[in-house]
Structure formats: structure tokens, C-alpha cells
């Protein structure tokens, strides 16, 4: 697939570079694509990927991954120009500036504000609830990291759990983009337990079964 991954950060650089190394083609669109950073994570990604604005790196993509900073995303979103159709990848966690919660969009969760925001797109979310570090290796002794994953439109899930298995975790289908909210008060409730009680970052969700 043709992906753009906008935003060059711990969870863009990240997730680029291992769809890339996948086999996937990958375009980083980074506000300064000549950057040190973004010259860092072509060389990781090697000859599948390359680096553009982000208005230029969505041209003829399957999905775009928006992996900005929440405060930033109303604003990326606008520099795109029409999306409708596009499949987006929501992955942001509105959290309040000192971590301490997390700030309800009017629209009742991130994702759900990003599809008023981008009007016509096909919003899914995904990649919210665990941290770089899972990111980078989801495996726990045998088992998977768990991500969950929501939205509506049937198809688009279908993409977004294959990129997800792509990276080495476990597709957790939670239903439709509703539950976008519950997603993201478990990466709260996550950050606060790794990050306040002692957990640690080197922890992730995984579904015990028998
Ligand atoms: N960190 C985590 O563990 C984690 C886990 C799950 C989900 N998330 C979510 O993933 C998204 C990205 O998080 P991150 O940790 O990768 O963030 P980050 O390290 O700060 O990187 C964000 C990237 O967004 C781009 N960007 C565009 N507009 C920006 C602006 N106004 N200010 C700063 N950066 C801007 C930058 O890339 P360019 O300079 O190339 O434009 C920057 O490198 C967020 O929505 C976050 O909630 C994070």
C-alpha cells in the first residue's frame, strides 16, 4: 500500500519506518522534509520511503496516518485540502497540556471531532493506546500487544487491522467510531499507570483468553 504519515515524531517516525520496512511504500509528510530528523528515518526506512509536505505526501495515498499533536491537528487538517474519501488514520489522544486528563472535543472524542473536521473522510482510529516503545516491539514474551481499533466503515477496518498486524500487534476490533472515546480514555487511563503508578512504559494492553 501507499501510505502517508504525517507527522515525524516518536509515533509517525516509528510506525513509517516499520510500514516501510513491511514492504509498504511510505511517504513522511513533515512540515520541513529536509530536516536532520526526517533524513534519519528515509535512511531507516530505506528505498520504500521518501518525504514531502504533508500537503504533497497524501497525493494517491490509501490512508494517511495524522500523528501530530492533537493541539495541531485542526490545522494540519486544513492545509490538505478535500479529503473526502480518503481513509484517515486517526492515532491522537486529546490530553490536557500537564497529562492530567484528557479534554473532550465537542464531538464527543478526537476521532469523532477529526471526521466533522475533514468532512467526506473515512475516520479510523487506531495506534492511540500504547506508547513508542510497544510501537517499536509489541511483543511480550509470547504474546502480542493488543491494539484496539474502531470505525465505521467495514472496509477501511479491514486496511487499518492489516497495517496494525503488519507492525507485530494484535487487531482488537471495538466496533464503530463511537467507541473512538473509550479508546482514548484507556490511553489515558494507560499514561497515568505507566507514567503515575509505577508501571512503566515498557507495559501494554494484551486480552487474556480461554
Ligand atoms: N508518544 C506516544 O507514546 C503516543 C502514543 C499513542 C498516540 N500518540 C499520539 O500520536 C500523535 C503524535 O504523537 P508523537 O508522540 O509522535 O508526537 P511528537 O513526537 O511530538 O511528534 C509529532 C510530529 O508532528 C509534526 N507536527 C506537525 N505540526 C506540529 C506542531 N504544531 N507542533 C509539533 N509537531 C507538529 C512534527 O513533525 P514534522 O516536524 O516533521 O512536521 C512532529 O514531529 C499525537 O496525537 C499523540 O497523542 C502518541
Not at 64 to 77: D, K
Not at 181 to 198: D, P, T
Amino acid at each position: 500500500m501507499r501510505l502517508a504519515v504525517l507527522g515525524t515524531g516518536g509515533v509517525g517516525g516509528t510506525l513509517g519506518v516499520k510500514w516501510s520496512t513491511a514492504g509498504h511504500s511510505v511517504v513522511f509528510g513533515s512540515r520541513d522534509p529536509a530536516s536532520e530528523k526526517v533524513q534519519k528515518l528515509l535512511q531507516a526506512g530505506g528505498a520504500n520511503s521518501c518525504a514531502d509536505l504533508p500537503h504533497e505526501a497524501i497525493a494517491g495515498a490509501d490512508a494517511i496516518l495524522l500523528a501530530v499533536p492533537w493541539p495541531a491537528i485542526e490545522q494540519t487538517l486544513a492545509t490538505l485540502g478535500d479529503l473526502s474519501g480518503r481513509l484517515l488514520i486517526d492515532c491522537s489522544n486529546p490530553l490536557k497540556s500537564d497529562f492530567s486528563g484528557i479534554e473532550v472535543p465537542a464531538a464527543g472524542s478526537a476521532a469523532q471531532q477529526i471526521a466533522a473536521w475533514a468532512p467526506g473522510a473515512i475516520v479510523v482510529k487506531a495506534f492511540n493506546s500504547a506508547g513508542v516503545k510497544t510501537m517499536r516491539d509489541p511483543m511480550f514474551g509470547t504474546q502480542k500487544a493488543t491494539m484496539f481499533y474502531c470505525g465505521d466503515d467495514e472496509a477501511a477496518k479491514i486496511i487499518l487491522a492489516q497495517l496494525i498486524t503488519d507492525i507485530g500487534f494484535e487487531p482488537l476490533d471495538a466496533g464503530g467510531l463511537d467507541m473512538a472515546g473509550s479508546i482514548e480514555a484507556l490511553a489515558m487511563f494507560y499514561i497515568h499507570l505507566a507514567f503515575k503508578r509505577g508501571v512503566g512504559s515498557n507495559s501494554a494492553f494484551g486480552i487474556l483468553r480461554r
